[in-house]
């Protein structure tokens, strides 16, 4: 008897496997880059970790988890996303005592039963990465940018970044009964999943591809428009420091994402080289109160995840080939010394790393020699502060670890020589 794979399942070989390798290499490389180290969970949890997690009502908790009871007849489900099984990791593991943020990436298989098409499995790999510990406009940028920067560098061009903001827990909700007030008139125009998800997972509705349903759409409040003044300012300081970087974004005020923990900031990457409802390619976004509702402390974090076979297949879809991959230098630690200094950071960061350079930041301000320790302890060879002066002047001085040596450079008119000292081995 010849068997087959179960459906929604494949075997890699070949050609698959070499662009398998190369996607976790990139990945893997640029996430090095960033600073964020890897963890790895297990293919299943207890059930609660995602039912809680991710949400009662939501679609994969309903439909499209594999759940099953083991010989003492305790519920397991094989997971069907990363973020509930990093933050169980974190919680149980106390993580969150180490230096803040958390910064943490993840490459493994999940499972979701679902009917099988062209880039859909049932049981599929993602790459992700969750940022732990920091509530900052920063670190939000720093993530978005990462994702960014990921499909650039596997060969990726016409990215189109959509960024929106559903809110803190208090002002969605403010705008979620607005919005079933508006929505309950005309609930005769919305498809039947609507109709369902209407007083549930009524944000969902948004992400309806059904004609009559955007048409509905069109006329209704929009959540970025009501948001408390501090989701505001928030959702305004990220979208000045993309302009900063460089990154184009556009405000996609219809954009929602369809877990039950994500707060503030989501955002989305699409390519316009697909013409395709299904022209996605990742996305992701902030989760200020999934932790504590786990039973850990209030930390607020934010991350991203993308599917490893999607992605693949739109590589050769966009006729993407592998090319050769290369390895930067000297990692490079930057102290910012005051949250007012975060553009003139982001600069430099964005030079050095599109240099090569291996570097990060202190994303929570706190006591210079602190830093300057952690650098030491976690193997940065160069350390460059950033207080009032340097900021004024438009300088940074370098420190050497090793040798303690140290230069001052004018961040204007010294790039080369800025690179060159970095890359110097002391």
Known sequence: MIYNSPRGTEDYFGEEIKYRNFLIEVSKRLFDLFNYSEIITPHFEHTEVFSRGIGENSEIVN???????????????????????????????K????????????????????????????????????AIGSNSPSIDTEVIWLLYDLFEKLGFKNLVLYVNSIGCSRCRNDYINMLEEQLLPVKGDLCEDCISRLGKNTLRIFDCKVKTCREVLKNVAKISDNLCESCQKHFIEIKSLLDTIGIKYVHNKNLVRGFDYYTRTIFEIISSDIDSAQNALGGGGRYDNLIKEFGGPEISSIGFAIGLERTILLMK????????????????????????????????????????????????IRNVGKEIKFAQNNDYKNVIIIGEDE????????????????????????????????????
Do not use: H
């Open 63 to 93: 439909k499209e988890m594999y759940t099953f009871f083991d010989k003492k007849n305790r519920s397991l489900t094989l997971r069907p996303e990363g973020t509930a099984s990093v933050v169980r990791a974190v919680i149980e593991n």
């Open 95 to 130: 993580l969150y005592s180490e230096n803040l943020p958390l910064k943490l990436f993840y490459i493994g298989n999940m499972f979701r039963y679902e009917r099988p098409q062209k880039g859909r499995m049932r049981e599929f790999c993602q790459i992700g990465v969750e």
């Open 317 to 364: 879809e966009l006729g993407i080939r592998i090319p050769a991959s290369c390895k930067p230098e000297n990692k490079t630690y930057i102290i910012n010394m005051d949250t007012a200094y975060d553009k003139y950071i982001f600069e430099i960061l964005k030079f050095l790393r599109d240099s090569g350079i291996y570097c990060d930041i202190n994303f929570n």
């Open 391 to 426: 900021y004024e002047k438009k300088n940074i001085i370098i420190k050497k670890l090793l040798s303690y040596s140290q230069e001052e450079f004018s961040w204007i008119s010294d790039k080369e020589k800025i690179l060159n000292f970095l890359k110097k081995m002391e």
